[in-house]
């Protein structure tokens, strides 16, 4: 389903990094990689990260890439409850404590396992044709992926898009569509609103994955999934989109269960 953005000149990026430095010393190594040469903008601010428009590499095929930077403290503002269970499988005992006790270790231990569950979540979907950003680096605190959108900014949400004629019909099959094969994945997105899908080129691609559950492991995952449903639905029924969330999110439960995805 996704499109590789396209590449650019060695002249082009030498230009432009030297119009530019880094200013982050998390995303130095990656320029020490050769996987990017400086940033473009910072995007979004928020409590568990920053993400940054970086320039792409003259080696890579991508002009442009995302790295998104999480915060040290990123923890303390993790939503844990519905989204944790399942995740301790591979975690020591001592980490589990610290994670109970709120430890600064604990801290450290549920931000690691935040931003490594949303790199191989990614990386996961990518791979299974779903329409996410491609992952390409792990370094320390930073995912560095796919950035989408170009020089002029970043893809708008989907929630500030003008949907006009059959868009919203054709958004709505799509989104579906990419939750039907993260289900297929085992996955459920598990805060998918109109505030995490973008636009691009006209089609919708879907973000921010920390908090995906594990379908096997996660007992809350059948709710999420009617979460996710509902606000999809609620979203493109203002848009004369007609649908039933529990209705499809008991088909697609249904079909999942019979390894029919």
């Not at 844990?80 to 301790?88: I, Q, S, T, V």
């Not at 950035?147 to 958004?171: M, Q, S």
């Not at 919708?204 to 379908?215: N, R």
Request: proline share 5%; aromatic share 8%; hydrophobic share 40%.
């Amino acid at each position: 389903m996704h499109q590789r953005p396209a590449a650019h000149s060695e002249l082009e990026s030498m230009s432009i990094q030297s119009e530019t430095t880094l200013g982050v010393p998390e995303l130095d190594d990656f320029v020490n990689q050769g996987l990017i040469t400086g940033i473009h903008a910072q995007l979004t601010s928020g409590k568990e990260a920053t993400v940054y428009c970086c320039y792409a590499h003259p080696s890579s095929k991508h002009k442009l890439m995302a790295a998104k930077v999480y915060r040290e403290h990123a923890a303390r503002s993790i939503r844990r409850g519905l989204y944790f269970e399942g995740r301790e499988r591979p975690m020591k005992a001592r980490e589990l404590r610290a994670v109970a006790n709120g430890s600064q270790f604990g801290h450290r231990v549920m931000t690691g396992m935040w931003m490594s569950a949303e790199y191989e979540h990614l990386k996961q979907l990518f791979a299974a044709g779903a329409d996410v950003p491609q992952p390409h680096a792990l370094r320390d605190r930073v995912i560095l992926m796919d950035y989408i959108g170009d020089e002029n900014g970043p893809a708008p949400h989907l929630h500030g898009v003008d949907l006009k004629g059959d868009t919203a019909h054709r958004y709505f099959d799509d989104i579906l569509e990419n939750i039907t094969i993260m289900l297929g994945e085992n996955l459920v997105h598990g805060d998918l609103s109109p505030y995490n899908i973008l636009v691009w080129k006209d089609r919708p691609w879907i973000i921010d994955m920390p908090q995906a559950v594990d379908v096997r492991f996660n007992r809350n995952a059948f709710e999420l999934l009617r979460r996710d449903l509902a606000n999809v639905c609620g979203f493109f029924e203002r848009h004369g989109v007609s649908s039933d969330p529990t209705k499809l999110t008991i088909d697609l439960w249904d079909r999942y269960q019979r390894a029919g995805l």
